[in-house]
């Protein structure tokens, strides 16, 4: 029981660090414990005060909060939220240790005057969180200071759960993104896919901001997304071997698995992305120490032999996908030669068509799955000697993407005879419009083609 109500009271203090009114108001009616401590001694009311969050604030009072109270280091509710400039939160904590020893009624109307307060200033919160919103992603201090003075969160969140942070790291704003986290915005926020701020700087290959991002307190840099994969998977799989070698910096696991079990080695292998690959392959991506190797009296095998000892070109679960769809693909029964002739003779089936006799087919879906089982096999370092030069990375054909309406930012680059880099800076800047509907940008043809008229 004491578990439970503990984890209750850490979850309270989550909403109120992440503004998550319904979740505290649940929270709260569940019996969790408002004045329950962190390791800093901080309360719920303290951290929601010190982050802009005026409607928790006076649930918490509501539901018998002490603003009275104080942190390891002295500080109170209120003048956490004088040192962030949350003026209107201020003025509520102030009225409410001035009034704390009135009667019940009169902090009943207090309260209730305290509330109408700010469903009255509901529209100009809005307000304020646009126009905070809106300097973001233009890049305006000036306005994101202002925005914030007059009690703008910097912590609130679009329907997406997007966060200013977010939108000005993608928009590569990084002095913007400094002042929001100078003003208390949550480093480790996630979107409704699972990605932070830093997820989408390694996305935008901005190096001086993940650099900033990886400075801030707290920060969690091992934070998985909905599909379980880290910002350095993310780095691995674009080939981003700057901001790999970033996180690597800042001692980030090497060894964390994704949802397919793919770790960001495994990832790189797979797309033959070998600059990664022998980054990932140093002690120190694998947290290995010389310490311990000294430990170990005989030679450790190589670092290749281990890996695929390990780890496979094809995990289980996709070699048995692939068997399952093969099988599907054999007919229980066959039709006979004499069937087939007659189906030819009728034209049932054009005599263009190459067809395969049973006999072939399933030597076919045989063959196949003996050559995928036997390169699952193959050691890594023996299939790249079998290489003879070594296969470079893939490259994009013209050909086969010239008629695409939607194209990826390789693809892109490749049409348009432009960098990765130019095309990325393009997009930040707005002078090329772009999405991201998943992990990687989409840019439509006629897009691409407008902004290259426009050069």
Same mark, same amino acid.
């Given at each position: 029981m004491e578990t439970k109500t503990g984890n209750t009271a850490?979850?309270?203090?989550?909403?109120?660090?992440?503004?998550?009114?319904?979740?505290?108001?649940?929270?709260i009616q569940s019996g969790a414990n408002v004045n329950a401590r962190d390791d800093g001694e901080r309360t719920a009311l303290m951290i929601a005060a010190s982050n802009g969050h005026t409607y928790i604030v006076q649930l918490l009072m509501d539901n018998g909060a002490d603003p009275a109270a104080r942190d390891s280091r002295g500080m109170t509710a209120l003048r956490a939220a004088e040192a962030k400039g949350f003026a209107r939160i201020a003025s509520m904590l102030r009225s409410s240790t001035t009034n704390s020893s009135d009667s019940g009624a009169q902090q009943a109307a207090a309260s209730a005057a305290n509330l109408a307060n700010v469903a009255k200033h509901d529209d100009l919160a809005a307000a304020l969180q646009k126009s905070l919103q809106q300097a973001a992603d233009k890049g305006d201090a000036n306005l994101l200071l202002a925005a914030i003075a007059k009690g703008a969160d910097p912590n609130a969140r679009t329907e997406n759960h997007w966060t200013p942070l977010m939108l000005a790291t993608i928009k590569?704003?990084?002095?913007?993104? *400094?002042? @929001? =986290?100078?003003?208390?915005?949550?480093? !480790?926020?996630?979107?409704?896919? #699972?990605? &932070? $701020? /830093?997820?989408?700087?390694?996305?935008m290959g901005d190096a001086d901001t993940m650099r900033l991002l990886l400075k801030a307190k707290r920060i969690d840099a091992n934070l998985t997304?909905?599909?379980?994969?880290?910002?350095?998977?993310?780095?691995?799989?674009?080939?981003?071997?700057?901001?790999? *070698?970033? @996180? =690597?910096?800042?001692?980030?696991?090497? !060894?964390?698995?994704?949802?397919? #079990?793919? &770790? $960001? /080695?495994?990832i790189a292998a797979r797309r033959n992305y070998t600059d990664i690959i022998e980054l990932l392959k140093q002690p120190a991506a694998n947290n290995e120490s010389s310490a311990s190797d000294a430990h170990d009296s005989r030679k450790p095998e190589s670092?290749?032999?281990?890996?695929?000892?390990?780890?496979?070109?094809?995990?289980?679960s996709e070699l048995q996908r692939l068997k399952e769809e093969l099988e599907g693909y054999l007919p229980q029964t066959w039709p006979s030669a004499a069937q087939i002739e007659n189906q030819l003779e009728s034209r049932a089936i054009p005599e263009s068509q190459t067809l395969l006799m049973p006999s072939e087919l399933s030597?076919?879906?045989?063959?196949?799955?003996?050559a995928l089982e036997a390169l699952r096999q193959t050691p890594f370092p023996q299939l790249q000697s079998q290489l003879q030069p070594p296969s470079p990375a893939p490259t994009v054909s013209i050909a086969d993407i010239a008629h695409k309406i939607m194209l990826t930012l390789p693809e892109a680059a490749a049409l348009a005879g432009l960098s990765r880099t130019h095309l990325q800076r393009a997009v930040r800047k707005g002078a090329l419009k772009a999405k991201k509907p998943g992990r990687g940008w989409r840019i439509k043809r006629a897009d691409l083609d407008a902004y290259i008229n426009e050069l």
């Open positions: 850490a979850n309270l203090m989550k909403a109120a660090l992440e503004g998550d009114t319904a979740a505290a108001q649940q929270l590569g704003h990084t002095e913007i993104v *400094r002042q @929001l =986290l100078d003003k208390g915005a949550n480093v !480790n926020a996630q979107n409704n896919k #699972g990605w &932070t $701020a /830093l997820m989408f700087a390694v996305s997304d909905a599909e379980g994969k880290t910002a350095l998977m993310q780095a691995a799989s674009e080939n981003n071997l700057d901001s790999a *070698r970033i @996180l =690597l910096a800042h001692k980030v696991d090497a !060894n964390v698995a994704d949802r397919a #079990g793919e &770790t $960001a /080695l495994t670092f290749d032999e281990a890996f695929i000892k390990t780890e496979s070109l094809f995990n289980e030597q076919l879906g045989e063959r196949l799955i003996a």
